[in-house]
Nanobody, 121 residues
Framework: QVQLVESGGGLVQAGGSLRLSCAAS????????FGWYRQAPGKQREVVAT???????SYADSVKGRFIISRDNAKKTLYLQMNSLKPEDTALYYC???????????????WGQGTQVTVSS
């Protein structure tokens, strides 16, 4: 009933930029925390950046100053502007959202399928 679809991944040279998008659809009353995670081969999934409904944002130390997270609540879409990309940013990037389907239900945790980002040196 709720779906998250990421887009915008691809292959880019080191120093380049990409913009990821995550569109939420389905029965949605509100989106609380909205975030980006990534998982590189052989490594655990890690948080990249998060955005809460009150406007707060947080970033992993490894991306501070290079990545910018933003959200368009009317479009139910999350973005991640990635600048000055490094080979170590190569990973499968996932969108995550805590979504309330109705006023009286607790938020559920939802994940997208992921979009691949590859940074060549």
């Amino acid at each position: 009933q709720v779906q998250l679809v990421e887009s915008g991944g691809g292959l880019v040279q080191a120093g380049g930029s990409l913009r990821l998008s995550c569109a939420a659809s389905g029965r949605i009353f509100s989106i609380n925390t909205f975030g980006w995670y990534r998982q590189a081969p052989g490594k655990q999934r890690e948080v990249v950046a998060t955005s809460t409904s009150d406007g707060s944002t947080s970033y992993a130390d490894s991306v501070k100053g290079r990545f910018i997270i933003s959200r368009d609540n009317a479009k139910k879409t999350l973005y991640l502007q990635m600048n000055s990309l490094k080979p170590e940013d190569t990973a499968l990037y996932y969108c995550n959202a805590a979504i309330q389907m109705t006023l009286f239900r607790s938020p559920g945790d939802y994940w997208g399928q992921g979009t691949q980002v590859t940074v060549s040196s």
